[in-house]
């Protein structure tokens, strides 16, 4: 089973082209005409592996925009939008294995058939500033982005190891592995007594300590905000906002049926 990430991300911009970024997050941009497609076929020198390979198509087919195993229908997003028609949206998702990968890296392959934008991509054609944190804890990581829609690498990101926690709360902490619980001493009315917590809570606790998800751009502080409705699906929001290529929510899902 694939190890998958969460993620909160705020996206800012013009509205409708947050509009629009959203309709390809979820899978639903514009209609591309493809003439290749990709299959996996058994790997000759691995016979327990498949190998990808691209090939023609005898007849081209319209396919819908998209970023990755990323953007879920159900994926949490709040809007708000200011007085001079900017959009700020907070979402919150999961992607597979990490962001890096779903919304970036996926894109990038030499073969892709131009349905498939990395979300750096769509923020350049957009105009959109992007924050992204991510947390994926089998692996044990967290990942920090900065999109400012001008360049595909954006121009800030960053990655913590899980790895870099434990000798964080050794310095404060005993770890008792046994009993999966942490203990120090501590000082309380004039008596010194044991205090105990689980070890997973000051595991975590501590990581938010050394890779706090706080907003460090968009924080949202330097304009007026004005709400547009408690937080909503993906799917919901995509429903209620048109995006610039007219085709409907319902055309796209009925195009997935056939």
Same mark, same amino acid.
């Given at each position: ?11 800012? *911009? ?12 979820? @899978?639903? *941009? ?9 299959? =996996?076929?058994?790997?000759?020198? /691995? ?12 007849? +081209?087919?319209?396919?819908?925009? $998209?970023? @990755? ?13 200011? &007085?001079? +028609? ?7 998702? !999961? %992607?597979? !294995?990490?962001?890096?990968?779903? +919304? ?5 392959? /030499?073969?892709?058939?131009?349905? %498939? ?5 769509? %923020?350049?054609? $957009? ?21 400012? #829609? ?22 404060? !902490?005993?770890?008792?592995?046994? &009993?999966?619980? %942490?203990?120090? !001493? ?16 000051? =595991? ?15 924080? +949202? ?7 547009? #409705? ?9 429903? &209620?906002? &048109? ?16």
């Amino acid at each position: 089973m694939a190890n998958t990430c969460s993620y909160t991300a705020r996206i800012r *911009g013009k509205k409708q082209n947050v509009i629009d970024f959203l309709w390809w997050l979820v @899978g639903f *941009g514009p209609l591309i005409y493809i003439d290749k497609e990709e299959v =996996f076929v058994p790997d000759p020198e /691995d016979a327990n592996n498949t190998k990808r390979i691209v090939r023609d198509l005898e007849t +081209g087919k319209w396919e819908n925009g $998209y970023v @990755g195993r990323i953007g879920h229908w159900d994926a949490a997003v709040l809007a708000n939008q200011n &007085k001079n +028609g900017e959009m700020l949206v907070e979402i919150e998702d !999961w %992607c597979a !294995w990490s962001f890096l990968s779903a +919304g970036i890296e996926n894109a990038l392959d /030499d073969d892709n058939f131009g349905d %498939c934008k990395s979300v750096p991509e769509l %923020c350049r054609i $957009y105009d959109i500033r992007m924050e992204v944190f991510s947390e994926e804890t089998g692996c044990g990581f967290d990942e920090y982005y900065f999109f400012d #829609g001008r360049n595909e690498d954006g121009d800030r990101n960053e990655e913590f190891d899980h790895d870099d926690v434990t000798p964080a709360m050794e310095e404060e !902490w005993t770890i008792d592995d046994d &009993k999966d619980i %942490c203990w120090k !001493w501590v000082k309380e009315n004039g008596r010194r007594h044991k205090e105990k917590r689980d070890r997973n809570e000051v =595991f975590f606790e501590t990581k938010n300590r050394l890779f706090p998800h706080e907003f460090r751009v968009l924080d +949202g502080d330097e304009w007026d905000y004005t709400n547009l #409705g408690a937080s909503m699906h993906l799917e919901e929001f995509c429903r &209620k906002n &048109k995006n610039s290529w007219n085709i409907p929510w319902e055309t796209y899902t009925k195009k997935n049926e056939d």
